[in-house]
């Protein structure tokens, strides 16, 4: 009932910029904690941003900390992911999630906190 809809991957060399953006509908579930993972071929599904309710708080992996911002519209129940200065190892499949429950995640980087998750949009960096 929930949908995630992810869009903005795309190839890009090294050194450039995508933003991603993740749009939820379905249900009332306007400002609730949102996020990204990753996921790369032959790797575990890793945390890459998270963002609390009203945006006030954003958590980053240390690989992307510093070349990436996540914000949220939460008037359009939507949250962003800028990343710049991309490298070959950022290249993965990214996963726009959604924490249902109101509390905050106990940890952000466990996929086990969030509750909804979108099909995916490739993002492919070239050296």
């Known amino acids: 009932q929930v949908q995630l809809v992810e869009s903005g991957g795309g190839l890009v060399q090294a050194g450039g910029s995508l933003r991603l953006s993740c749009a939820a509908s379905?249900?009332?579930?306007?400002?609730?904690?949102m996020g990204w993972f990753r996921q790369a071929p032959g790797k575990e599904r890793e945390f890459v941003a998270g963002?609390?309710?009203?945006?006030?708080?954003?958590y980053y992996t240390d690989s992307l900390k510093g070349r990436s911002t996540i914000s949220r519209d939460n008037a359009k129940n939507t949250v962003y992911l800028q990343m710049n200065s991309l490298k070959p190892e950022d290249t993965a499949v990214y996963y726009c999630?959604?924490?249902?429950?109101?509390?905050?995640?106990?940890?952000?980087?466990?996929?086990?906190?969030?509750?909804?998750w979108g099909q995916g949009t490739q993002v492919t960096v070239s050296s």
């Open positions: 999630v959604l924490r249902e429950r109101y509390s905050s995640p106990s940890n952000y980087y466990n996929p086990l906190d969030y509750d909804y």
């Open positions: 963002i609390n309710r009203s945006g006030g708080s954003t």
């Open positions: 379905g249900r009332a579930v306007s400002s609730r904690t």
